[in-house]
């Protein structure tokens, strides 16, 4: 259940209105909305529902676990592994598996559950597959830069200015690679206003999504470290892959569902 949003429109205006800009007008039993400005009565344009944003993010963690979704992952891990041999090796495996990411991001932005990969990630050139890993390395780079730099330059004396900077580029890494994973161009993350942007216009919503992904991140590496504890030969180095990967497919989906979710405040 949610709560319903409707949004209306001044046909004299020619505005969106909302809030203190609606006038409510009462004959008897009967209701109008009106134009504060002009008097004109409002067109209601579109309507949506809006749920709880914290349990639609929460059902992202449960993601990686549907069968086709599962199905694409081992698939892509496998894949990856095998280009790893490849020249440039791991580049190639990193774009392979962040293309994949992006295109979970992407489709759930769009409010669908089974991904298409992005044509732009997967063409004829082999180094065309690096992009997305690319991308992704220059999102992170923009988000701990700063602190890196600080702790180069201060030394040990810059370890607080530094802890400050990282905490602050780990809050602007969700926005950042939600920005990399739409817009064209590896590039594209070099830019930190758009993810800027993107933060000023849903500030509580993107609160919570950054609460339950280092909710997931936690629960992440506890797997992990339980996988990497059975110390079996090559099935503990299976299953930390998986493990290690599922919680990043849920964290794209995590960060798609929050643009869609949000969409009418970020548009």
Known sequence: MGDAIVTYRC???????????????RAGST???????????LVAERSRVVRPIAASLARATLYPFRPMTFAIS?????????ASFLPFGALIAGGIRFGWLFSVLRTASSGADDP????????????????????????????FGPALAALFALGKDGVLVAGALALVGS????????????????????????????????????????????VLSLASGATMAAARALDVPVVSGLLEAVVGFLPLVAAARMLGVLV???REEID
């Not at 046909?11 to 007008?25: D, H, N, Q, R, T």
């Not at 890494?173 to 942007?197: M, R, S, T």
Request: charged share 10%.
């Open 116 to 143: 298409e990969i992005d044509a732009s990630d997967v063409s004829s050139s082999i180094f065309s597959w690096m992009g997305p890993f690319v991308r992704y390395v220059i999102a992170s780079v923009v988000a």
């Open 31 to 41: 209701e109008m909305r009106s134009c504060a400005t002009c008097g004109s009565a």
């Open 171 to 214: 809050i602007y890494l969700p926005a950042a690679l939600i920005i990399a994973a739409h817009q064209p161009g590896w590039l594209a993350a070099l830019n930190p206003l758009p993810a800027i942007k993107l933060i000023a216009r849903i500030p509580g919503p993107y609160a919570i999504a950054c609460v339950l992904l280092f």
């Open 260 to 262: 869609w979710e949000c």
């Open 11 to 25: 046909p004299s205006c020619e505005k969106v209105l909302e809030g203190a800009a609606i006038k409510m007008i």
């Open 74 to 82: 081992a698939g892509v891990l496998a894949f990856s592994f095998g």
